[in-house]
């Protein structure tokens, strides 16, 4: 059986992954859209600026999820005596 505090270090990892992962495409949405509006492009720029919405609110949905990861992890290693295994 795993040890329930190194799951929860590799689950805030993994959030914390998404998170920057996230945040990257965010900021490549954000220069695609300076491109269309140097472009003029206003077909396109409508439609990438609810994408930006969309990537912004998942954003939030991560980030939440990362900070629920963390307060779970910082229960488990108060609580578990195997708290020297997890790796920081």
Do not use: C, F
């Not at 900021?27 to 491109?35: C, E, H, N, T, V």
């Not at 509006?37 to 994408?51: I, K, P, Y």
Request: charged share 30%; glycine share 2%.
């Amino acid at each position: 059986m795993d040890d329930p505090a190194v799951t929860a270090k590799q689950l805030v990892d993994l959030a914390r992954k998404h998170v920057e992962e996230q945040q990257s495409r965010i900021a490549r949405q954000r220069q695609l859209i300076a491109k269309y509006e140097q472009d003029d492009n206003v077909a396109r720029l409508s439609g990438a600026r609810l994408v930006l919405e969309r990537m912004r609110k998942q954003l939030a949905q991560m980030t939440k999820a990362h900070v629920a990861a963390e307060e779970h992890l910082s229960k488990v290693t108060v609580h578990e005596t195997g708290v020297e295994k997890v790796v920081w």
